[in-house]
């Protein structure tokens, strides 16, 4: 069971991986393409970084009860996603500490009892705000592997990869994923829909791809 602690450490740990991912990025490698279907790393890091003022606003509304939402429309969500990807590399990476930072304070600011105060998701799901560290967690883990810088999920913590398969599994229903196998760092980039290998059906012909997740 992942804890308050355990997902605050995590955040952390994932925005570690993805400041080293871009720190050696210069412009032409930023533009390259990163893993996921029609973004570049840019695309990614703008992402990443409006996800982080995006989650702050959930951290301002259960301090202050003043309802903030994620983003102010899906519209508005993609537009700020590409108008990221096209700032240079430096600013990006600029943008990218700054968001991570406010994040970080803002998430240190909380109570007790304000980490149990309901906020919504931008799915429009009701989630206590203690669920916000473990949102980010998933963002900065996962699109740290993206970024397709060398990060892979085997390098990401065992019990975050256990927690990601489960929330994975609840979210797309267990029943619309066939039965695989294959090792837990394979079957997680499987079930998220990511680039994988080793991952086979229980009668070991090929497991037939996922849509990306997240
Ligand atoms: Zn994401």
């Known amino acids: 069971m992942r804890t308050l602690q355990t997902t605050l450490a995590w955040v952390a740990e994932g925005t570690e991986l993805c400041r080293k991912a871009v720190a050696d990025l210069d412009e032409a490698s930023y533009n390259e393409p990163s893993l996921l279907p029609g973004w570049t790393r840019k695309h990614v890091v703008a992402h990443v970084a409006a996800n982080a003022r995006a989650l702050r606003n959930l951290m301002h509304w259960a301090r202050t009860g003043e309802p903030t939402p994620m983003y102010t429309s899906p519209e508005q969500r993609l537009a700020d996603i590409e ?10 990476t600029a943008w990218f500490e700054q968001s991570a ?3 970080a304070y803002a998430m240190a600011e909380l109570t007790e009892e304000q980490w149990r105060a309901e906020v919504l998701t931008a799915q429009g799901r009701t989630v206590p705000a203690g669920e916000v560290p473990w949102m980010r967690t998933r963002e900065v883990m996962v699109h740290a592997v993206d970024l397709g810088t060398g990060v892979q999920f085997a390098d990401l913590p065992e019990q975050f990869r256990a927690e990601l398969r489960q929330d994975i599994l609840a979210k797309r ?3 619309t994923v066939p039965a695989i196998q294959g090792a837990d760092a394979d079957i997680t980039a499987y079930l998220a829909g990511r680039p994988y290998t080793g991952v086979a059906n229980r009668d070991g012909s090929p497991a037939e791809p996922l849509t990306p997740w997240l």
């Open 173 to 175: 229903g267990s029943d």
């Open 101 to 103: 930072q406010l994040l």
């Open 83 to 92: 108008s990221g990807a096209t700032l240079p590399a430096g600013w990006l």
